[in-house]
């Protein structure tokens, strides 16, 4: 079964960039969306089809997605983007099946 | 506006069943892609099943044989029917919508297989 790797967590001060890897194998070939799940809450799409954001998504919130890795990347973070980040894929071959990452945790220092 | 609610979690023996609820407004489950994402305690998101709008159904295999998603039309719910549960059947179960991607979901019902 297809597997996306993710680090468990991610530090970043307030104010700079962070940025919160997806590898799978050639994941460059699959659309990949991102969901922030603050504490005791359901998750909240914040980036789509790789680079795309919902409606309602600060700009702040961007991502990439090359070869085997996928990339979120969060500009001038704050303390309110503290969460628990999820990478998705979804595929119909043969079957319909989805994919998440195991999660990253954005601690904000 | 779109809102998904969820219900019938609780605690259940081993083996036992339980039926969760989905009641949603704001768009019509019968014409749209919906789903069932689970969260153990501490965990990941693991995807669990789908009905799609022509009423085609997948599931995963962790549950494949045990549970069973379903949709009432009129009432615009869904459903997830799980049977032979299992301690590690214990999670959140969220009801979202979306094929590729989940852009509404519900706020979980939690399930605790336990004796």
């Known amino acids: 079964s297809y597997v996306l790797t993710q680090p468990p967590s991610v530090s970043v001060a307030p104010g700079q960039t962070a940025t919160i890897g997806c590898g799978g194998d050639?994941?460059?070939?699959?659309?990949v969306h991102w969901y922030q799940q603050k504490a005791g809450q359901a998750p909240v799409l914040v980036v789509q089809?790789?680079?795309d954001r919902p409606s309602g998504i600060p700009e702040r919130f961007s991502g990439s997605n090359s070869e085997n890795t996928a990339t979120l990347t969060i500009s001038r973070v704050e303390a309110g983007d503290e969460a628990d980040y999820y990478c998705?894929?979804?595929?119909?071959?043969?079957?319909?099946?989805?994919?998440f990452g195991a999660g990253t945790k954005l601690t904000v220092l | 506006e779109v809102q998904l609610v969820e219900s019938g979690g609780g605690l259940v023996r081993p083996g036992g069943s339980l039926r969760l609820t989905c009641v949603a407004s704001?768009?019509?489950?019968?014409?749209?892609?919906m789903s069932w994402v689970r969260q153990a305690p501490g965990k990941g998101l693991e995807w669990v099943s789908i009905?799609?709008?022509?009423?085609?159904?997948y599931t995963a295999d962790s549950v494949k044989g045990r549970f069973i998603i379903s949709r009432h039309s009129s009432e615009n719910t869904l459903y997830l029917q799980m049977n032979s549960l299992r301690p590690d059947d214990t999670a959140v179960y969220f009801c979202?919508?979306?094929?590729?991607?989940?852009?509404?979901w519900g706020q979980g019902a939690l399930v605790t297989v336990s004796s």
């Open positions: 089809d790789d680079g």
């Open positions: 009905i799609y709008s022509g009423g085609k159904t």
């Open positions: 704001g768009f019509i489950v019968s014409t749209d892609y």
């Open positions: 998705q894929i979804w595929d119909s071959n043969p079957n319909h099946y989805v994919v």
């Open positions: 050639n994941i460059g070939a699959y659309s």
């Open positions: 979202t919508r979306g094929l590729q991607r989940f852009d509404y």
